[in-house]
């Protein structure tokens, strides 16, 4: 994938090159014979520039009063209810300091457990000396790292979106154009995934399809005169980890055909390039409409990349999709924006953090993605979990603790049953039965750990 340039200049940016582009004019058009007075011009000049800094800084607009209040509903989401109405942001109110409210959540990080360098629990402590206070991880085609993070997350108070990158391809229904891979981010709730017996199946399939991927690039390198084994790239993969594009470049650094893996990309492994194979991926349609029938929130990823982003945004909304990556370490993407404006789409964004070596790879965390953007995000997401959740717990059969250590409750069935039927519950106290009932799932997750997908 390759750069983007930098987002465009805001107003009061454009306004201030102005600015300094007139006064250069300004300078240029001086007597050439007059030093002193062309001197004076300049000094006057350097005090308006000052001046007019000055003034953009007392005119920042405070946050409304909509961020700050999106900032504690986020914010009691993220440390499970720890933050009172007086607190926002570590105790300050970001009204008083002029800045924008923001929480660092990163919605888009990979682990060892598919093509990232970090363990999971070296993942969450990267995020967590990053700032992060919610972490998607997102691992590509698996959700085998989610319970590890889960438990590394609970010693530095960060909450764990159990999350996938599902590799697909778009074929466009008109027929027109060629095919080109895509992928869709899947955020689930607190249990992971309604029906997770069908989700495994379908992952599985992806990853049985990367190992005919990886035979076939390895051919094409081969016929390049860069041979390889399979065994070898397997190995740097690690155990049981499915081989992708990374582990093969990982092996042609190691080989000594090229000196990095971006050079291995940008030569060789880029999308349609000498040695690019696809595997078994299924349709970007049938992605989503999984996601939506196991109880995720679906978000099409990198769509900056794709040659046709309108008609791929297009048919997937059509499929169910809730959101596009639009935010990005360098800002946002204005066009995607509109786009997502227009489709009704949720405007999110992450690093896509894997730790490879190259510089040039945005950190854990470094996406400054608005607090209202989260607070729709959550809007979205909370009543679909919510939803799985009490699809999942009934068929749960693992015993846990009773309340206050009175009972044992054999099956979530029977937790969700003390909660709805106690006597004297009123109904307006089922906001607070959501709120048990996700603690639990929690509690659960974290103890039992979800399908290995």
């Known amino acids: 994938m390759g750069r983007m340039p930098p987002p465009a200049a805001t107003s009061s940016e454009e306004e201030e090159e102005a600015a300094v582009a007139g006064d250069v004019v300004v300078a240029a058009v001086g007597a050439p014979d007059d030093d002193a007075a062309a001197d004076d011009q300049e000094g006057e000049e350097q005090k308006k520039r000052r001046g007019r800094r000055k003034r953009k800084k007392k005119r920042r607009k405070a946050p409304s009063e909509e961020e700050v209040a999106a900032l504690r509903s986020v914010l009691r989401w993220a440390r499970r209810g720890e933050v009172r109405d007086e607190e926002a942001d570590d ?36 995020a967590h000396r990053n700032g992060v206070k919610v972490l998607a991880l997102t691992d590509h085609d698996t959700m085998a790292g989610v319970p590890e993070a889960i438990e590394s997350a609970e010693q530095c108070s960060i909450r764990i ?122 349709t970007g349609e049938s992605v989503v409409q999984l996601v939506c029938r196991t109880g995720g929130v679906s978000v099409l990823a990198h769509p900056w990349a794709l040659k046709n982003p309108v008609a791929v945004i297009k048919e997937f909304k059509a499929a169910g999709l809730h959101g596009v990556e639009v935010y990005r370490s360098d800002g946002k993407l204005s066009g995607l924006s509109d786009m997502a404006d227009t489709y009704g789409l949720l405007k999110l964004g992450g690093s896509d953090y894997h730790g490879r070596d190259d510089r040039d790879e945005p950190d854990v965390g470094s996406v400054d993605l608005p607090v209202l953007a989260v607070s729709k995000f959550l809007d979205v997401a909370q009543p679909i979990w919510h939803g799985a959740t009490k699809e999942i717990m009934p068929n749960m059969t693992e015993t846990v603790p009773g309340l ?50």
């Open 404 to 453: 206050n250590g009175s009972t044992e409750l054999s099956s979530g069935k029977d937790f969700c049953n003390l909660c709805l039927f106690s006597p004297g519950l009123e109904v307006t106290e089922a906001s607070e039965v959501e709120v048990l009932i996700t603690e639990f799932a929690d509690i659960a997750l974290s103890e039992i750990g979800p399908q290995d997908t």
């Open 91 to 126: 105790g300050q109110l970001p009204a008083a300091t002029g800045r924008r409210p923001r929480v660092a959540v990163e919605l888009h990080a990979h682990s060892a457990c598919s093509d990232g360098s970090l363990s999971p629990s070296a993942l969450v402590q990267r």
């Open 161 to 282: 979106i159990p999350g996938v990158e599902i590799s697909a391809v778009y074929s466009p229904s008109d027929g027109v154009g060629a095919e080109e891979p895509v992928h869709i981010l899947a955020y689930y709730g607190p249990l992971g995934p309604a029906k997770p017996q069908e989700l495994d199946r379908f992952l599985g399939s992806i990853r049985d399809g990367r190992y005919t991927r990886a035979k076939e690039m390895l051919l094409k390198l081969r016929r390049l005169d860069m041979p390889m084994e399979l065994e070898d790239v397997c190995t740097i993969a690690g155990n049981g980890v499915a081989p992708g594009r990374l582990h093969v470049a990982r092996a042609m650094v190691e080989a000594g055909y090229v000196e990095n893996t971006r050079q291995a990309f940008n030569r060789f492994l880029y999308d349609g390039g000498p040695a690019y194979a696809t595997g078994s991926e299924p």
